[in-house]
Nanobody, 121 residues
Framework: VQLQASGGGLVRPGGSLRLSCAAS?????MGWFRQAPGKEREFVAA??????SYGDSVKGRFFISRDNAKNMVYLQMNSLKVEDTAVYYC????????????????????WGQGTQVTVSS
């Protein structure tokens, strides 16, 4: 399965942005991770079978959604902060991950190429 992320860009603090990820085939669990320069990859959000999980730093601001008919996953990012600046990667797993493991990048088999999100005034 191939994943293609899009929708990144430059946005001012407090603004919003929506990322999209298209999968070439069905994936059961889909998620978003991000990596800022000099930092480790960080879990952002994931979704499977109607269950969602979010990283602590984005709870209440970011929202993940899916269109299973189109094999698409979206990340709506609101109230963006400078510290949200990173390359965002979509990821997929060919199984329903248990809730306690959805944050672990090693559980995902498929990765997109990443899309840059820059939050700056």
């Amino acid at each position: 399965v191939q994943l293609q992320a899009s929708g990144g860009g430059l946005v001012r603090p407090g603004g919003s942005l929506r990322l999209s990820c298209a999968a070439s085939g069905r994936t059961f669990t889909m998620g978003w991770f991000r990596q800022a320069p000099g930092k480790e990859r960080e879990f952002v959000a994931a979704s499977r079978s109607g269950t969602t999980s979010y990283g602590d730093s984005v709870k209440g601001r970011f929202f993940i959604s899916r269109d299973n008919a189109k094999n698409m996953v979206y990340l709506q990012m609101n109230s963006l902060k400078v510290e949200d600046t990173a390359v965002y990667y979509c990821a997929g797993a060919p199984r329903n991950l248990i809730l306690s493991s959805m944050w672990r990048s090693m559980e995902y088999d498929y990765w997109g190429q990443g899309t840059q999100v820059t939050v700056s005034s």
